[in-house]
Protein backbone atom coordinates (compact mmCIF):
# COMPACT_ATOMS: atom_id res chain seq x y z
CA UNK A 1 0.00 0.00 0.00
CA UNK A 2 1.75 3.04 -1.00
CA UNK A 3 2.87 6.31 0.87
CA UNK A 4 0.09 8.38 -0.71
CA UNK A 5 -3.06 6.01 0.33
CA UNK A 6 -0.84 6.54 4.03
CA UNK A 7 -0.83 10.19 3.92
CA UNK A 8 -4.81 9.78 3.00
CA UNK A 9 -5.32 8.02 6.07
CA UNK A 10 -3.60 9.56 9.03
CA UNK A 11 -5.24 13.00 7.16
CA UNK A 12 -8.85 11.29 7.27
CA UNK A 13 -7.92 10.31 10.80
CA UNK A 14 -7.51 13.64 12.29
CA UNK A 15 -10.20 15.52 10.70
CA UNK A 16 -12.25 12.24 11.78
CA UNK A 17 -14.91 14.07 14.92
CA UNK A 18 -14.65 11.56 17.87
CA UNK A 19 -17.46 10.03 18.78
CA UNK A 20 -19.84 11.55 21.53
CA UNK A 21 -22.10 8.52 22.55
CA UNK A 22 -21.79 7.87 26.13
CA UNK A 23 -23.18 5.39 28.29
CA UNK A 24 -24.04 4.89 32.02
CA UNK A 25 -21.14 4.73 34.60
CA UNK A 26 -21.17 1.40 36.11
CA UNK A 27 -21.21 1.37 39.85
CA UNK A 28 -18.81 -0.85 41.57
CA UNK A 29 -19.33 -2.09 45.54
CA UNK A 30 -16.81 -3.78 47.46
CA UNK A 31 -17.30 -6.90 49.42
CA UNK A 32 -15.27 -7.29 52.81
CA UNK A 33 -13.15 -10.15 52.59
CA UNK A 34 -13.22 -11.90 55.68
CA UNK A 35 -9.58 -13.87 55.20
CA UNK A 36 -6.77 -12.48 53.45
CA UNK A 37 -2.92 -14.54 53.15
CA UNK A 38 -0.22 -13.27 55.17
CA UNK A 39 2.63 -11.69 53.75
CA UNK A 40 4.96 -14.36 54.08
CA UNK A 41 2.32 -16.90 52.09
CA UNK A 42 1.88 -13.78 49.54
CA UNK A 43 5.37 -13.94 48.53
CA UNK A 44 5.59 -17.53 47.62
CA UNK A 45 1.91 -17.81 45.95
CA UNK A 46 1.00 -18.63 42.64
CA UNK A 47 -2.34 -18.21 41.52
CA UNK A 48 -5.40 -18.27 43.81
CA UNK A 49 -7.51 -21.22 43.81
CA UNK A 50 -10.43 -18.99 43.41
CA UNK A 51 -11.82 -19.65 40.21
CA UNK A 52 -12.01 -16.84 37.50
CA UNK A 53 -15.64 -16.55 37.93
CA UNK A 54 -15.63 -15.71 41.65
CA UNK A 55 -14.11 -12.28 40.43
CA UNK A 56 -17.04 -11.08 38.56
CA UNK A 57 -20.41 -11.09 41.37
CA UNK A 58 -22.51 -8.42 41.33
CA UNK A 59 -21.70 -4.76 41.05
CA UNK A 60 -18.44 -5.98 40.04
CA UNK A 61 -14.97 -7.46 41.37
CA UNK A 62 -13.75 -7.37 44.89
CA UNK A 63 -10.46 -8.34 43.66
CA UNK A 64 -7.51 -9.05 41.12
CA UNK A 65 -4.82 -10.73 40.24
CA UNK A 66 -1.48 -9.30 39.00
CA UNK A 67 1.99 -10.44 38.45
CA UNK A 68 4.34 -8.98 41.06
CA UNK A 69 8.10 -8.61 40.86
CA UNK A 70 9.86 -8.48 44.08
CA UNK A 71 13.50 -8.27 43.48
CA UNK A 72 16.05 -8.81 39.93
CA UNK A 73 16.01 -11.93 38.93
CA UNK A 74 13.87 -13.60 41.14
CA UNK A 75 10.60 -14.99 39.58
CA UNK A 76 7.37 -13.10 39.18
CA UNK A 77 4.91 -14.23 41.54
CA UNK A 78 1.30 -13.88 41.24
CA UNK A 79 -0.95 -11.63 44.22
CA UNK A 80 -4.37 -10.76 44.93
CA UNK A 81 -4.77 -6.95 45.03
CA UNK A 82 -7.61 -4.55 45.97
CA UNK A 83 -9.13 -3.44 42.28
CA UNK A 84 -7.87 -0.67 41.40
CA UNK A 85 -9.55 2.51 42.15
CA UNK A 86 -9.48 4.99 39.14
CA UNK A 87 -9.08 9.02 39.97
CA UNK A 88 -9.84 12.13 38.00
CA UNK A 89 -9.37 11.71 34.19
CA UNK A 90 -8.15 8.22 35.28
CA UNK A 91 -9.85 4.92 33.89
CA UNK A 92 -9.91 1.64 34.95
CA UNK A 93 -9.23 -0.54 32.30
CA UNK A 94 -10.42 -4.38 32.41
CA UNK A 95 -6.53 -5.74 30.80
CA UNK A 96 -7.38 -8.24 27.96
CA UNK A 97 -3.92 -8.67 26.16
CA UNK A 98 -0.23 -7.31 27.60
CA UNK A 99 2.88 -7.06 25.47
CA UNK A 100 6.12 -8.41 26.59
CA UNK A 101 8.86 -6.47 26.29
CA UNK A 102 12.71 -6.12 26.68
CA UNK A 103 11.88 -2.96 28.96
CA UNK A 104 10.31 -4.87 31.13
CA UNK A 105 13.02 -7.74 31.43
CA UNK A 106 15.77 -4.70 32.16
CA UNK A 107 13.57 -3.92 35.38
CA UNK A 108 13.31 -7.84 36.01
CA UNK A 109 16.98 -8.21 36.01
CA UNK A 110 18.24 -4.97 37.46
CA UNK A 111 19.14 -3.05 34.89
CA UNK A 112 17.24 -0.66 34.90
CA UNK A 113 16.55 1.03 38.73
CA UNK A 114 12.65 0.71 39.76
CA UNK A 115 10.83 0.98 42.80
CA UNK A 116 9.76 -2.50 44.27
CA UNK A 117 7.38 -4.45 44.52
CA UNK A 118 5.93 -3.61 41.35
CA UNK A 119 3.77 -4.66 38.14
CA UNK A 120 5.58 -4.62 35.05
CA UNK A 121 3.72 -4.63 31.98
CA UNK A 122 3.01 -1.71 29.42
CA UNK A 123 1.51 -2.38 26.16
CA UNK A 124 -2.08 -3.15 26.76
CA UNK A 125 -5.54 -3.56 25.51
CA UNK A 126 -8.77 -3.89 27.44
CA UNK A 127 -12.30 -2.95 28.26
CA UNK A 128 -13.11 0.55 30.16
CA UNK A 129 -15.36 -0.56 33.31
CA UNK A 130 -14.71 2.55 35.42
CA UNK A 131 -14.10 6.53 35.10
CA UNK A 132 -12.29 8.12 38.41
CA UNK A 133 -14.78 10.79 40.40
CA UNK A 134 -15.00 14.06 38.77
CA UNK A 135 -13.12 13.16 35.41
CA UNK A 136 -14.11 15.16 32.72
CA UNK A 137 -17.36 14.83 30.63
CA UNK A 138 -15.26 14.60 27.74
CA UNK A 139 -12.90 11.98 28.88
CA UNK A 140 -16.09 9.82 29.31
CA UNK A 141 -17.54 10.77 26.00
CA UNK A 142 -14.07 9.55 24.48
CA UNK A 143 -13.88 6.92 26.36
CA UNK A 144 -17.51 5.22 27.73
CA UNK A 145 -17.72 2.68 29.98
CA UNK A 146 -17.60 -1.11 27.72
CA UNK A 147 -15.04 0.73 25.30
CA UNK A 148 -12.36 -1.00 23.60
CA UNK A 149 -9.30 0.82 23.99
CA UNK A 150 -5.16 0.44 23.72
CA UNK A 151 -3.00 2.34 25.71
CA UNK A 152 0.37 3.63 25.38
CA UNK A 153 3.19 2.96 27.62
CA UNK A 154 4.17 6.92 27.76
CA UNK A 155 1.12 8.08 29.55
CA UNK A 156 0.94 11.66 29.25
CA UNK A 157 -0.31 14.67 32.28
CA UNK A 158 -1.47 16.34 29.28
CA UNK A 159 -0.78 19.78 31.68
CA UNK A 160 3.27 20.18 31.89
CA UNK A 161 5.22 22.14 29.63
CA UNK A 162 5.79 19.90 26.95
CA UNK A 163 2.21 18.67 26.85
CA UNK A 164 1.58 21.65 26.30
CA UNK A 165 3.82 21.72 23.12
CA UNK A 166 2.55 18.54 22.35
CA UNK A 167 5.59 16.48 22.92
CA UNK A 168 3.49 13.91 24.89
CA UNK A 169 6.80 11.84 24.64
CA UNK A 170 8.88 14.32 27.19
CA UNK A 171 6.00 14.43 29.64
CA UNK A 172 7.19 15.93 32.92
CA UNK A 173 5.21 14.21 34.87
CA UNK A 174 5.60 10.74 33.73
CA UNK A 175 9.35 10.69 34.31
CA UNK A 176 9.41 12.06 37.64
CA UNK A 177 6.32 10.00 38.98
CA UNK A 178 6.26 6.94 37.02
CA UNK A 179 9.75 6.16 35.61
CA UNK A 180 11.00 7.62 38.99
CA UNK A 181 9.02 6.41 41.44
CA UNK A 182 6.38 4.01 40.11
CA UNK A 183 3.27 5.80 40.50
CA UNK A 184 0.54 7.92 38.84
CA UNK A 185 1.08 11.66 38.36
CA UNK A 186 -0.38 11.97 42.60
CA UNK A 187 2.94 10.57 43.60
CA UNK A 188 0.17 7.49 44.40
CA UNK A 189 0.28 3.65 43.20
CA UNK A 190 -3.23 2.42 42.26
CA UNK A 191 -1.70 -1.01 43.74
CA UNK A 192 -2.37 -2.40 46.96
CA UNK A 193 -2.51 -6.41 48.08
CA UNK A 194 -5.54 -7.93 49.36
CA UNK A 195 -5.91 -8.26 53.09
CA UNK A 196 -2.65 -6.28 53.84
CA UNK A 197 -3.06 -3.53 51.64
CA UNK A 198 0.76 -2.75 51.27
CA UNK A 199 1.63 -1.07 48.03
CA UNK A 200 2.68 -2.55 45.00
CA UNK A 201 3.99 0.00 42.66
CA UNK A 202 3.18 0.77 38.21
CA UNK A 203 5.46 0.43 35.65
CA UNK A 204 3.42 2.38 33.50
CA UNK A 205 -0.31 1.29 34.35
CA UNK A 206 1.28 -2.00 35.82
CA UNK A 207 -0.52 -4.29 32.85
CA UNK A 208 0.44 -7.27 33.69
CA UNK A 209 -2.51 -7.65 35.98
CA UNK A 210 -6.67 -8.37 35.20
CA UNK A 211 -7.16 -4.13 35.39
CA UNK A 212 -5.10 -1.16 35.76
CA UNK A 213 -5.87 2.26 36.14
CA UNK A 214 -4.69 4.20 32.70
CA UNK A 215 -4.47 8.06 32.98
CA UNK A 216 -7.23 9.05 30.03
CA UNK A 217 -4.37 10.68 27.89
CA UNK A 218 -2.87 7.34 27.26
CA UNK A 219 -5.54 5.92 25.92
CA UNK A 220 -7.42 5.28 22.31
CA UNK A 221 -10.61 3.43 21.23
CA UNK A 222 -9.36 -0.04 19.81
CA UNK A 223 -12.28 -0.91 17.00
CA UNK A 224 -13.96 -4.10 16.93
CA UNK A 225 -12.19 -5.21 13.64
CA UNK A 226 -9.21 -5.43 15.67
CA UNK A 227 -8.15 -8.29 18.27
CA UNK A 228 -7.24 -7.45 21.27
CA UNK A 229 -4.19 -9.69 21.64
CA UNK A 230 -2.33 -8.64 18.59
CA UNK A 231 -3.21 -5.18 18.93
CA UNK A 232 -1.48 -5.08 22.48
CA UNK A 233 1.73 -4.60 20.82
CA UNK A 234 0.65 -0.88 19.36
CA UNK A 235 1.01 0.50 22.92
CA UNK A 236 4.94 -0.08 22.83
CA UNK A 237 6.65 -1.74 19.76
CA UNK A 238 4.29 0.27 17.44
CA UNK A 239 4.45 3.27 19.43
CA UNK A 240 7.84 3.33 20.18
CA UNK A 241 9.23 2.92 15.89
CA UNK A 242 6.51 5.69 15.05
CA UNK A 243 8.27 7.66 17.40
CA UNK A 244 11.64 7.12 15.61
CA UNK A 245 10.43 7.13 12.68
CA UNK A 246 8.07 9.92 12.80
CA UNK A 247 9.60 12.47 15.10
CA UNK A 248 13.31 11.59 15.15
CA UNK A 249 14.17 10.06 12.23
CA UNK A 250 11.41 12.07 9.79
CA UNK A 251 11.66 9.54 7.25
CA UNK A 252 10.97 10.44 3.87
CA UNK A 253 9.98 8.63 0.56
CA UNK A 254 13.18 7.28 -1.30
CA UNK A 255 15.00 7.51 1.89
CA UNK A 256 17.60 4.29 3.33
CA UNK A 257 17.15 3.23 5.99
CA UNK A 258 18.94 0.62 8.30
CA UNK A 259 17.20 -1.00 11.73
CA UNK A 260 20.45 -2.68 13.93
CA UNK A 261 18.42 -5.24 16.10
CA UNK A 262 14.97 -6.64 14.73
CA UNK A 263 13.50 -7.86 17.67
CA UNK A 264 9.53 -6.79 18.23
CA UNK A 265 10.37 -3.00 18.13
CA UNK A 266 13.33 -2.97 15.87
CA UNK A 267 11.18 -5.02 13.49
CA UNK A 268 8.00 -2.47 14.06
CA UNK A 269 10.79 0.27 12.20
CA UNK A 270 10.81 -2.16 9.29
CA UNK A 271 7.01 -1.86 9.00
CA UNK A 272 6.78 1.87 9.63
CA UNK A 273 9.82 2.43 7.10
CA UNK A 274 7.40 0.57 4.21
CA UNK A 275 4.70 2.97 5.03
CA UNK A 276 6.77 5.63 5.07
CA UNK A 277 7.82 4.99 1.49
CA UNK A 278 11.63 4.35 2.52
CA UNK A 279 13.53 2.54 -0.78
CA UNK A 280 15.89 1.03 0.94
CA UNK A 281 15.32 -1.04 4.45
CA UNK A 282 18.06 -3.01 6.03
CA UNK A 283 18.07 -5.19 8.74
CA UNK A 284 20.86 -5.97 10.60
CA UNK A 285 20.80 -8.97 13.29
CA UNK A 286 22.61 -11.67 14.63
CA UNK A 287 19.68 -14.51 13.95
CA UNK A 288 18.92 -15.53 10.91
CA UNK A 289 15.35 -16.65 11.54
CA UNK A 290 14.88 -12.73 12.53
CA UNK A 291 16.41 -11.63 9.36
CA UNK A 292 14.31 -13.77 7.59
CA UNK A 293 11.34 -12.97 9.40
CA UNK A 294 12.26 -8.99 8.57
CA UNK A 295 12.35 -9.95 4.98
CA UNK A 296 8.53 -10.42 5.20
CA UNK A 297 7.88 -7.47 7.32
CA UNK A 298 9.58 -5.02 4.58
CA UNK A 299 13.59 -5.22 4.63
CA UNK A 300 14.95 -5.15 1.11
CA UNK A 301 18.23 -6.18 2.62
CA UNK A 302 19.25 -8.37 5.52
CA UNK A 303 23.22 -8.36 6.77
CA UNK A 304 24.00 -10.98 9.95
CA UNK A 305 25.94 -8.93 12.18
CA UNK A 306 27.57 -12.24 13.31
CA UNK A 307 29.47 -13.18 9.80
CA UNK A 308 29.38 -10.11 8.18
CA UNK A 309 30.91 -6.48 9.02
CA UNK A 310 27.51 -4.45 9.23
CA UNK A 311 28.90 -1.37 8.88
CA UNK A 312 30.68 -2.45 5.51
CA UNK A 313 27.77 -4.14 4.12
CA UNK A 314 25.49 -0.87 4.24
CA UNK A 315 27.85 0.93 2.82
CA UNK A 316 28.10 -1.34 0.06
CA UNK A 317 24.26 -1.50 -0.55
CA UNK A 318 24.23 2.30 -0.45
CA UNK A 319 26.75 2.61 -2.90
CA UNK A 320 29.16 3.34 -0.55
CA UNK A 321 27.46 6.53 0.63
CA UNK A 322 25.74 5.16 4.06
CA UNK A 323 22.16 5.08 4.96
CA UNK A 324 19.66 8.45 5.38
CA UNK A 325 18.75 7.24 8.99
CA UNK A 326 19.92 4.40 11.36
CA UNK A 327 18.20 3.10 14.33
CA UNK A 328 19.53 1.28 16.98
CA UNK A 329 17.28 -0.82 18.88
CA UNK A 330 19.38 -3.07 21.26
CA UNK A 331 20.98 -0.66 23.67
CA UNK A 332 24.46 -1.98 23.17
CA UNK A 333 27.43 -0.38 23.07
CA UNK A 334 28.74 -1.79 20.12
CA UNK A 335 26.10 -0.94 17.93
CA UNK A 336 25.93 2.57 18.84
CA UNK A 337 29.08 2.79 17.82
CA UNK A 338 27.44 1.03 14.45
CA UNK A 339 24.91 2.76 14.32
CA UNK A 340 26.71 6.07 14.23
CA UNK A 341 28.98 4.94 11.58
CA UNK A 342 26.40 3.42 9.32
CA UNK A 343 24.71 7.00 8.33
CA UNK A 344 25.64 9.19 5.40
CA UNK A 345 27.22 12.54 5.77
CA UNK A 346 24.26 14.28 7.15
CA UNK A 347 22.27 11.71 8.16
CA UNK A 348 20.65 10.69 11.28
CA UNK A 349 21.51 7.78 14.22
CA UNK A 350 18.45 7.15 16.14
CA UNK A 351 19.06 5.74 19.03
CA UNK A 352 15.97 3.45 20.99
CA UNK A 353 17.11 0.65 23.02
CA UNK A 354 17.30 0.69 26.51
CA UNK A 355 20.38 -0.75 27.98
CA UNK A 356 22.18 -1.10 31.47
CA UNK A 357 22.22 1.92 33.51
CA UNK A 358 24.92 4.12 33.27
CA UNK A 359 25.88 2.44 30.11
CA UNK A 360 27.95 4.89 27.24
CA UNK A 361 28.53 4.66 23.59
CA UNK A 362 31.37 6.34 22.05
CA UNK A 363 31.04 8.37 19.44
CA UNK A 364 34.46 9.89 16.55
CA UNK A 365 33.93 13.35 17.61
CA UNK A 366 36.36 14.67 14.46
CA UNK A 367 33.67 13.19 12.36
CA UNK A 368 30.14 14.03 14.19
CA UNK A 369 31.53 17.77 13.53
CA UNK A 370 32.79 17.33 10.17
CA UNK A 371 30.34 15.45 8.24
CA UNK A 372 27.59 16.84 10.39
CA UNK A 373 25.71 13.72 12.35
CA UNK A 374 22.79 14.04 13.90
CA UNK A 375 22.50 11.75 16.97
CA UNK A 376 19.47 11.73 18.85
CA UNK A 377 17.47 9.35 21.46
CA UNK A 378 13.78 8.42 20.98
CA UNK A 379 11.81 7.03 23.54
CA UNK A 380 8.63 6.51 22.05
CA UNK A 381 5.11 8.20 20.33
CA UNK A 382 3.17 10.88 21.75
CA UNK A 383 0.11 9.33 22.75
CA UNK A 384 -3.04 11.56 22.13
CA UNK A 385 -1.59 12.37 18.23
CA UNK A 386 0.10 8.85 17.40
CA UNK A 387 -1.62 6.18 19.05
CA UNK A 388 -5.15 6.87 17.36
CA UNK A 389 -2.85 7.22 13.70
CA UNK A 390 -1.34 3.96 14.60
CA UNK A 391 -4.84 2.34 14.87
CA UNK A 392 -5.87 3.50 12.01
CA UNK A 393 -2.68 2.02 10.46
CA UNK A 394 -3.37 -1.27 11.61
CA UNK A 395 -6.51 -1.11 11.02
CA UNK A 396 -6.26 -0.57 6.83
CA UNK A 397 -3.37 -3.36 6.91
CA UNK A 398 -0.96 -0.94 6.78
CA UNK A 399 0.72 -2.15 9.42
CA UNK A 400 0.57 -6.15 9.80
CA UNK A 401 -0.10 -6.88 13.75
CA UNK A 402 -0.33 -10.15 13.25
CA UNK A 403 2.53 -10.69 11.51
CA UNK A 404 4.64 -9.00 14.57
CA UNK A 405 3.07 -11.11 16.97
CA UNK A 406 4.78 -14.62 16.96
CA UNK A 407 3.68 -15.87 20.14
CA UNK A 408 0.94 -15.41 22.37
CA UNK A 409 0.43 -17.02 26.43
CA UNK A 410 -1.81 -17.90 28.97
CA UNK A 411 -1.55 -15.02 32.11
CA UNK A 412 -0.05 -18.01 34.22
CA UNK A 413 3.11 -18.36 31.34
CA UNK A 414 4.18 -14.76 31.54
CA UNK A 415 7.06 -15.26 34.05
CA UNK A 416 7.98 -17.87 31.48
CA UNK A 417 7.63 -15.39 28.40
CA UNK A 418 10.24 -13.27 29.91
CA UNK A 419 12.48 -16.21 30.49
CA UNK A 420 12.06 -16.82 26.70
CA UNK A 421 12.65 -13.40 25.75
CA UNK A 422 15.82 -13.32 28.01
CA UNK A 423 17.31 -16.13 25.97
CA UNK A 424 16.42 -14.54 22.68
CA UNK A 425 14.30 -16.92 21.40
CA UNK A 426 11.29 -15.16 21.04
CA UNK A 427 11.65 -13.80 17.55
CA UNK A 428 9.32 -10.85 17.34
CA UNK A 429 6.92 -9.99 20.18
CA UNK A 430 4.84 -12.65 22.45
CA UNK A 431 2.10 -11.46 24.31
CA UNK A 432 0.35 -12.45 27.45
CA UNK A 433 -3.83 -13.15 26.91
CA UNK A 434 -5.05 -12.08 30.73
CA UNK A 435 -8.91 -12.59 30.16
Known amino acids: MGFNRYNKLVRTLVNTSRSTTTYPCNQWRRSVMSSSPSSDDAKTASFSTISNSSYHVTGGPSYMRGAVFWEPNKPLTFEDFEIPRPKVNEVLIKTKACGVCHSDLHVLKGELPFPSPCVVGHEITGEVVEHGPLTDTKVIERLPVGARVVGAFIMPCGNCFFCTKGQDDLCEAFFAYNRAKGTLYDGETRLFLRGSGKPVYMYSMGGMAEYAVVPAHGLAILP ?212
Open 224 to 435: HSLPYSESAIIGCAVFTAYGAMAHAAQVRPGDAVAVIGVGGVGSSCLQIARAFGASEIIAVDIQDEKLEKAKMLGATHVVNARTEDAVAKIKEITGGMGVDTAVEALGNPKTFMQCVQSVRDGGKAVMIGLTLSGAKGEIDINHLVRRQIKVMGSYGGRARHDLPKLVKLAESGIFNLGAAVSRKCKFEEAGKAYEDLNRGSIVGRAVVEIM
